[in-house]
């Protein structure tokens, strides 16, 4: 299952216990993952990929 926040895609990939979660910059392609408990909320696992991927989009920046 996909979706966006802030302009941003995001996948989740179940398996098991965990989730994977991908937040893509459609402007760049970048990428960023994290995994998480399944039971963990998705706004949570999506609010901490994003923060990720804007962390990485600042740092290619500098």
Do not use: C
């Amino acid at each position: 299952m996909s979706g966006t926040s802030e302009g941003y895609i995001i996948e989740f990939i179940q398996v098991g216990a965990s989730t994977k979660v991908t937040a893509v910059d459609p402007a760049t392609g970048r990428e960023a993952t994290i995994v998480g408990p399944s039971n963990a909320a998705r706004s949570h696992l999506t609010q901490v990929a994003v923060r990720k991927l804007k962390y990485l989009l600042a740092k290619d920046q500098s």
